[in-house]
Nanobody, 127 residues
Framework: QVQLMESGGGLVQPGGSLKLSCAGP??????????IGWFRQAPGKEREGVSS????????YYTDSVKGRFTISRDFAKNMVYLQMNSLKPEDTAVYYC??????????????????WGQGTQVTVSS
């Protein structure tokens, strides 16, 4: 089973920053071939799509609550996808997952479905 690997989570104060990383399961798995989405799930809440980056043209998408604060990016040379999170708020606290996602007409941040994902990384925003 393909499993991506997330890292970079931790405890940060409100207003702080974290950078999450997403890696493929092995060096032969090229993340650049796929649309990648970041999801999060807080205790007692449903999974939420946060951001995605197209595997076709590199376009990026964000859910409204993180626009202007989060930035998704790729590093093709390192075969990594990142989620830079700035101005973090307590409501950003969740387990964050990266996953390959389908892309195409009708697929949005709100309805994208994770295909292959990892164990997740915990982000806690608290003073």
């Amino acid at each position: 089973q393909v499993q991506l690997m997330e890292s970079g989570g931790g405890l940060v104060q409100p207003g702080g920053s974290l950078k999450l990383s997403c890696a493929g399961p092995h060096s032969g798995y090229t993340l650049g071939h796929y649309a990648i989405g970041w999801f999060r799930q807080a205790p007692g809440k449903e999974r939420e799509g946060v951001s995605s980056i197209s595997g076709v043209d590199g376009r990026t998408y964000y859910t409204d609550s993180v626009k202007g604060r989060f930035t998704i990016s790729r590093d093709f040379a390192k075969n990594m996808v990142y989620l830079q999170m700035n101005s973090l708020k307590p409501e950003d606290t969740a387990v964050y997952y990266c996953a390959t996602v389908e892309e195409g007409p009708g697929i949005t941040i709100a309805n994208m479905v994770p295909l292959h994902w990892g164990q997740g990384t915990q982000v806690t925003v608290s003073s």
